[in-house]
């Protein structure tokens, strides 16, 4: 386990923001992430080790983000999506303001807003499907 905060942690010192996917010991590129809820105090928030450790129990994904601020590198367990929508409905249930898309390198704002609607004004490739669009399908034509 020291072997593996030892590596997060280089890569933090190299990296403005990493993806890490535990089981595959490899950095990610694409897809979309959203963070799980924080429950944590506030003395263990962003804190590598409680990352990890809640990382290995859910979905094996930690993201390091640096704080432009104070050069701060903060981490959190992560879920891996491949399409936008459910990285926002997933961030939405988990209480989180941002989800990011590796593919586009564009940390997207989350808000009760539509998420199909909210993707197509921000040039993001997704079908909303109407009923007016349905109502001009017709089947065998």
């Known amino acids: 386990m020291k072997e ?3 590596r997060l942690y280089l890569l933090s010192k190299r990296h403005e923001r990493f993806i890490f996917d535990l089981r595959g010991n490899c950095l990610v590129y694409t897809g979309v992430v959203a963070a799980y809820k924080n429950d ?4 263990a928030q962003g804190d590598l080790a409680c990352a990890v450790a809640h990382a290995w129990e859910h979905d094996s994904i930690v993201v390091a983000c640096r704080d432009g601020n104070g050069g701060a590198v903060h981490f959190a367990s992560c879920r891996l999506f491949t399409d936008q929508a459910s990285a926002e409905r ?9 989800v990011y898309n590796l593919n586009r390198d564009l940390e997207v704002q989350v808000d009760s807003s539509s998420a199909c609607v909210r993707a197509l004004a921000t040039g993001l490739d997704t079908l909303v499907w ?3 669009a ?3 399908v017709r ?3």
Request: glycine residues 4%.
């Open 40 to 43: 944590l105090p506030s003395a």
């Open 130 to 132: 109407t009923k007016q």
């Open 90 to 98: 997933f961030a939405q249930h988990n209480e989180q303001p941002t």
């Open 4 to 6: 593996l905060l030892d």
């Open 139 to 141: 089947p065998g034509s």
């Open 134 to 136: 349905e109502s001009r």
